[in-house]
């Protein structure tokens, strides 16, 4: 979900105030998906060597799917060959 959020910018809306989330929800980092109590601790978090690590694999090609692992491990389509005919 993220990984599409960050794809699709105009999809990215004011935030709406809710009480049971830090900071009332109003200081968010969409790339480590995570809420802040305060815009001061929000910055310090944009500064971390995690951030930045979280913000280049964002960047990067989109994350696997249930259907690629299904697929690698042999789980996908079933092939089970030619029709036979029946007499």
Not at 21 to 40: E, K, T, W
Not at 66 to 83: C, E, R, T, V, Y
């Amino acid at each position: 979900m993220v990984y599409d959020a960050l794809k699709n910018p105009e999809g990215i809306k004011p935030l709406p105030v809710d009480e049971d989330l830090p900071g009332m929800g109003q200081y968010y980092c969409i790339h480590c998906d995570r809420y802040f109590a305060n815009v001061s601790v929000r910055d310090e978090h944009f500064k971390t060597k995690r951030h930045r690590k979280r913000m280049k694999l964002m960047m990067g090609p989109a994350p696997h799917t249930q259907l690629d692992a299904d697929l690698a491990s042999g789980m996908g389509m079933p092939d089970n060959g030619p029709k036979l005919m029946s007499m």
